[in-house]
Structures are given as structure tokens and as C-alpha cells.
């Protein structure tokens, strides 16, 4: 069985109103996303992984140094996915409901969850991820480097921001703080966030 690149949850255009182009989408899912993909499905082929889910393979292949390469194509096809999802068009705002609750309780507002997130997207060194997750029961903000991500470590992931050049540069050039807030202030998606932290 084969590993098939998610659609995206909106058209390549939908997100150009609130700075990010058609074009980083035809790069950045069209290219990147799409060879993660085909990459994985040469390395698995024939292999116990080939019929795993995408979840299993992440979770095996990453305790396995001998998988390092499966880990790495595997990872990022799932936080590509996760990524689409966490854009929105019309995003920003505030969350609502369960969601806003545990973000003031554990973060003390919505404005130090943005302050906290915001400096883990910008202070990841090189290529990597800043994620708000849910750490049994509690929502924390961390990064991780290169296709690691919250799955492999046990965690619950609710949102994420792609911090590899490659995700802004079409955009923002080399100005991650500038695709960081606009991210906070006009894509980030509350309602998948709360779907997320919904799930069991």
C-alpha cells in the first residue's frame, strides 16, 4: 500500500490575501511535500513498513537508528499534512471555548502563549518546527529540529509552524520573524487546535 500526499485543505491561492503566495504552495507542496512522499514509498517498498500507517512507520522508525532515513521522509510527509491544516484563511483571532480556557490556565493568556511560541519558531536553529501540544494534559509550546516532531515523542500535537527556509523564503526571504507573526496574527487555525485537543 502505498503512501499518498494529503490534498490541501484549501486552493494553492487562498492563503495570498494573508501573505503567503500561490507559489510558495506550488514549491513548498508541489516540491517538497510531494518528493517526502515519493522518497518514503521508495524506502518502504517491500518492507514490513510498507503497510503500516504513516503514524506506525514515525513511531518504529524513529527508535530504530538503522531507519533514520525512512524517520526523516516519513515525519515530514505527517508534518507537512499537519502544517496545511494549521493555516487558514482568514486565521488569527482567538480560540474559544475548552481551547481558550486551558490556554489561560496554562500559559496565563493567549498573549504569553503568542510570546512563548513566537520565540521557539525563531529561535529553532536551522531547519525545524514550533509546536503548541498537549503534554498529558498539560498545552506546552516546544520546537523540535529538522522532521522531528511531538508523535515521535509521545506527545499530542495541536498546531505547528514550518520554520525551514523553504516554507518562507518565496515570501519573507530570509525574515522568519516577520512570517512568524504573520502566521500568530493571520493564518494560525484556533479550530483545528481545538479539534485536536478534543480528540482522545
Not at 111 to 117: G, S
Not at 118 to 133: D, E, K, M, V
Amino acid at each position: 500500500m502505498a503512501f499518498v500526499q494529503a490534498p490541501l485543505p484549501y486552493d494553492f491561492n487562498a492563503l495570498e490575501p494573508y501573505g503567503m503566495k500561490a507559489e510558495t504552495f506550488e514549491y513548498h507542496y508541489g516540491k517538497h511535500h510531494k518528493a517526502y512522499v515519493d522518497n518514503l514509498n521508495k524506502l518502504t517498498d517491500g518492507t514490513e513498513l510498507a503497510d503500516k500507517s504513516l503514524e506506525e512507520v514515525i513511531q518504529i522508525s524513529y527508535k530504530d537508528s538503522s531507519k533514520v532515513g525512512i524517520f526523516n521522509n516519513a515525519a515530514q510527509v505527517w508534518n507537512h499534512t499537519f502544517f496545511w491544516s494549521s493555516l487558514a484563511p482568514a486565521g488569527g483571532g482567538t480560540p474559544t471555548d475548552e481551547l481558550a480556557a486551558k490556554i489561560d490556565k496554562d500559559f496565563g493568556s493567549l498573549d504569553k502563549l503568542k510570546e512563548e511560541f513566537s520565540n521557539a519558531a525563531a529561535t529553532q536553529f536551522g531547519s525545524g518546527w514550533a509546536w503548541l501540544i498537549d503534554d498529558g494534559g498539560t498545552l506546552k509550546v516546544i520546537k523540535t529540529p529538522n522532521a522531528e516532531n511531538p508523535l515521535a515523542y509521545g506527545q499530542k500535537a495541536l498546531l505547528t509552524l514550518d520554520v525551514w527556509e523553504h516554507a518562507y523564503y518565496i515570501d519573507y526571504r530570509n525574515a522568519r520573524p516577520g512570517y512568524i507573526k504573520n502566521f500568530l496574527d493571520q493564518l494560525i487555525n484556533w479550530d483545528f487546535a481545538a479539534e485536536n485537543l478534543a480528540k482522545a
